[in-house]
Nanobody, 119 residues
Framework: QVRLVESGGGSVQAGDSLRLSCSAS????????VGWFRQVPEKEREFVAS????????RYADSVLGRFTISRDKSGNMFYLQMNSLKPDDSAVYYC????????????WGQGTEVTVSP
């Protein structure tokens, strides 16, 4: 059974940077795509960034474009979200997710890591 575990969240001030990590444990495969999402209380979970596993294509929400970067390591076990120039509006619980081969939706999710950005 594959599990995703996020880490790297914390409390920072506006303008600071954080790097979130997502570790895949258990049997790992070449995912179809990986992504990051975030959610604040009483709001829908929203898309932040994604990339196909080959790394050729990355997509970002308009709100983070130019500030956040999604990446992965070559092993297939880790992927990351580098977050720069953080703003209070970036405060949320961040989730990593993957699309398994042949799947069109994100079918495996981590438990989330909280990011708090103070003014």
């Amino acid at each position: 059974q594959v599990r995703l575990v996020e880490s790297g969240g914390g409390s920072v001030q506006a303008g600071d940077s954080l790097r979130l990590s997502c570790s895949a444990s258990g049997r790992t495969v070449s995912w179809r795509a990986v992504g990051w999402f975030r959610q604040v209380p009483e709001k829908e979970r929203e898309f932040v960034a994604s990339m196909v596993w080959t790394g050729a294509t990355a997509r970002y929400a308009d709100s983070v474009l130019g500030r956040f970067t999604i990446s992965r390591d070559k092993s297939g076990n880790m992927f990351y979200l580098q977050m720069n120039s953080l703003k209070p509006d970036d405060s949320a619980v961040y989730y990593c997710a993957v699309k398994s081969p042949g799947r069109n939706e994100y079918d495996l999710w981590g438990q989330g890591t909280e990011v708090t950005v103070s003014p």
